[in-house]
């Protein structure tokens, strides 16, 4: 019995207004019917191996953070929440927490000692941001990276001789927008994506 004579078959079966008996002909229609949502199920999560890779990989550090195990519904709840939220809920709440990260800036340029690859990045982010080319990006960084070293200023005192990009890293301005977040994400998206599918090609 094909499925769409199973569905049928079950459709007129349960269209009567009178109780019946199931007879063979029925259960062969409703195993059919369940034979083919159990080979949908397999191929969608064969056809889906990076969905079923970040899964799998969330949902253990989840038993991790939530000290469970898997008879606890806590790890999967969280997963589901998440899955549930709209595609633009979630870029807007990466949005958020990008320009959080940039706000937060200033309060990094207080102290002295070296430059960690945290501020270089932040650095380089902001000149990125003003149009530089890589190159002069590099040269500028190795002059802020050399100036602390030869000075005892932090590092808000010493922007004060790069007005340019002290006044970036200090503005209060959203530096990402919905559209930016969505761009850069798609990319990386696309980029693993690409990946994934070259390395499935054989040599």
């Known amino acids: ?18 109780p019946f008996a199931a007879n063979e002909n029925d259960f ?13 199920q397999k191929k969608n999560y064969q056809e889906q191996e990076l969905f079923a890779k970040l899964y799998i990989a969330y ?40 320009n959080l990260s940039e706000k937060y800036l200033p309060i990094e340029l207080s102290g002295k000692g070296p430059l960690d690859h ?24 190795k002059k802020i990276v050399d100036d602390r ?6 590092l808000a005192q010493l922007l004060e001789e790069h007005e340019e990009l002290r006044n970036l890293l200090l503005t209060n301005t959203e530096v990402w927008n919905h559209q930016k977040v969505a761009d850069s994400v798609e990319t990386m998206i696309n980029g693993s994506i690409n990946d994934y599918l070259i390395s499935k090609v054989p040599a």
């Not at 062969?28 to 949908?40: K, Q, R, V, W, Y």
């Not at 949902?59 to 633009?88: E, Q, R």
């Not at 070293?149 to 932090?154: F, I, L, R, V």
């Open 28 to 40: 062969e229609a409703l195993n059919t019917i369940i034979d083919f949502c159990a080979s949908i």
């Open 1 to 18: 019995m094909t499925l769409k004579q199973s569905i049928q078959r079950l459709k007129w079966r349960f269209s009567e207004k009178k």
């Open 59 to 98: 949902y253990s550090n989840l038993l991790k953070f939530y000290d469970c195990t898997v008879f606890d519904s806590m790890p999967k709840k969280h997963i589901d929440g998440i899955l549930s939220k709209p595609l633009f809920l979630l870029i807007e709440e990466l949005k958020e927490q990008l």
């Open 149 to 154: 070293k030869k000075s005892n200023k932090d």
């Open 118 to 141: 945290i501020h270089i990045a932040h650095i380089k982010a902001a000149y990125n941001r003003l149009g530089y080319s890589d190159e002069d990006i590099d040269i500028k960084v």
